[in-house]
Nanobody, 112 residues
Framework: AQLVESGGGFVQAGGSLRLSCVAS????????IAWYRQGPDEQREMVAT???????DYTYSSKGRFTISRDDARNTVYLQMNSLKPEDTAVYYC???????WGQGTQVTVSS
């Protein structure tokens, strides 16, 4: 079983990125999925979650700017990030918390 993130990169403040996370080796549709991030010298923090039936939830830092969604036919979860800020700079990870399964992460860098 594995999760593979992609879509990170370098963007100026105010820009957008869409992250993808593709799962393999798991029965993807039955699991809640989450995005976390870890900035330089910071603890890993949750960004957003989507339940097995598609209900999203956000943290204070992501609500209103980020959108999490899933495509069970493609075993993929997305994180659309708009109005990016320098403080969003981090490595972004997707995870299936129930399985303690994590991807390798994708770097997002936002310049001011």
């Amino acid at each position: 079983a594995q999760l593979v993130e992609s879509g990170g990169g370098f963007v100026q403040a105010g820009g957008s990125l869409r992250l993808s996370c593709v799962a393999s080796g798991v029965n993807f549709p039955v699991y809640n999925i989450a995005w976390y991030r870890q900035g330089p010298d910071e603890q890993r923090e949750m960004v957003a979650t989507v339940s097995f039936n598609g209900l999203p939830d956000y943290t204070y830092s992501s609500k209103g700017r980020f959108t999490i969604s899933r495509d069970d036919a493609r075993n993929t979860v997305y994180l659309q990030m708009n109005s990016l800020k320098p403080e969003d700079t981090a490595v972004y990870y997707c995870t299936i918390p129930t399985l303690s399964l994590w991807g390798q992460g994708t770097q997002v860098t936002v310049s001011s």
